[in-house]
């Protein structure tokens, strides 16, 4: 097996030590079955980033995260790269005046969707009418928006084909980190709405009963921000192809955030994936790697490795670098920087030696903090197989240094 084992806890890749001494706080609170890092690991907040807990009976609001439900979709275009080129700089530019990126919208363009008339809202309505009406009003601000941090939108050159490919990567975003907040907040005994001291790094899971009110009410109201973020990464792809004047003929749609109901060796068990990505035998999914490294359509293997992995695998090629010792501590003030490893000279040349139109991002989201995603990838080679191979051309993010509460 590629993985080895310390303390009862699987790990892929090198472990990581912050990591680790979260996952072992994990492993040994409730009712855990296994505990897992996939070798994009590293630190979050409770719950490592990468981290995979199986639980018996139990959900953790705090093992999802704040950014419920994020993930990615991916479609192939009918278009090839080569094509596109020429225009490269003028589509990369539509597509940061179009969509909306960081915090508020750079349109009055509101998504309207039959999302908003399901059913499941009742759940916010039994917590109370204020918090029903704003996290429906929040949600639909904020639908079809990608925010910042990670976040993006990017287009591909599919190695072998020359297929042109979209891709996106965003969450629930205000909806989702207000829900998980919210949830965090009645586990302690404060309002819904009260403002919130913030999870430490080391602080053990936040775990419900499935059977209790709380539980209950946390997967359908974790369920319905999984909507959300699918209805808006579907919207979002839908004004990338309009831009690119195309159509998409495959397509690969997947959370990497979030908890499932699984059947493992005979038994139902609550799987939560905090930045890794279901991978059963067959399954497709995208991941992604920096905007300097290639990303790829894997898929789910039906081996004994992967089963042991309780069929979940990364989700990206994993950070190295904190965001701050990358771009530095900011003065919110005066809108400065400083300290900083990362410059963006560097960062561009980095982009443009790899031939990426670049449009918004920080050092912070610069290659040089982030693993190569071959390496980590090797690491499962038991567990998925790569199916397509796509090398970015266009990277659209969030501006540099532009606040955002409700990034990854």
Request: hydrophobic share 40%; charged share 20%; with cysteine.
């Amino acid at each position: 097996m590629a993985y080895q084992v310390i303390d009862g806890i699987r790990i892929w890749g090198s472990p990581d030590a912050g990591a680790l001494a979260q996952a072992r706080t994990c492993a040994g609170t409730g009712q855990v079955v296994q505990t897992l890092l996939m070798a994009d690991h590293h630190q979050g907040y409770s719950q490592p980033i990468g981290g995979v807990v199986v639980y018996d009976g139990q959900i953790s609001p705090s093992g999802v995260g704040y950014d419920i439900a994020c993930g990615n979709k991916a479609v192939r275009t009918r278009l090839y790269a080569a094509d596109m080129k020429p225009r490269l700089a003028q589509v990369m530019d539509e597509i940061a005046r179009t969509i909306s990126f960081g915090i508020g919208r750079v349109n009055q363009e509101k998504a309207d969707h039959a999302l908003f008339d399901d059913p499941d809202w009742a759940v916010y309505s039994s917590i109370g009418k204020q918090v029903h009406d704003k996290l429906k009003t929040l949600a639909r601000d904020q639908l079809g928006t990608v925010g910042s941090g990670n976040h993006f939108v990017d287009l591909f050159e599919e190695e072998g084909t020359g297929r042109l490919w979209a891709a996106n990567h965003f969450g629930s975003r205000g909806f989702g980190h207000r829900t998980a907040s919210g949830f965090l907040n009645l586990a302690a005994d404060r309002g819904f709405l009260d403002n919130a001291p913030g999870e430490k790094l080391e602080q053990p899971p936040v775990l419900f009963d499935l059977n209790s009110e709380l539980g209950e009410m946390y997967e359908c109201a974790m369920r319905l921000a999984g909507r959300y973020a699918y209805a808006g990464r579907d919207y979002v792809m839908d004004q990338v192809l309009r831009i690119l004047g195309t159509e998409a003929d495959f397509a690969v749609h997947n959370h990497h955030n979030y908890a499932w109901r699984e059947q493992h060796d005979g038994r139902e068990v609550i799987v939560v994936r905090k930045g890794a990505t279901p991978s059963a035998p067959g399954q497709l999914g995208f991941i992604g790697g920096s905007m300097g490294d290639i990303s790829v359509i894997v898929q789910g293997k039906d081996s004994a490795e992967n089963k042991e992995a309780f069929y979940s695998t990364v989700h990206g090629a994993g950070r190295i670098m904190s965001r701050t010792q990358a771009a530095g501590r900011m003065n919110w003030k005066t809108r400065a920087r400083s300290g900083g490893q990362i410059t963006r000279a560097q960062m561009m040349e980095a982009v443009q030696s790899f031939g990426v139109e670049l449009r918004g991002a920080g050092t912070d989201e610069s290659p040089f903090v982030y693993r190569s995603l071959r390496q980590v990838l090797d690491a499962h080679a038991e567990t998925i197989g790569v199916l397509h191979t796509l090398k970015p051309i266009g990277v659209c993010m969030a501006g540099a240094d532009e606040f955002d509460p409700y990034k990854d």
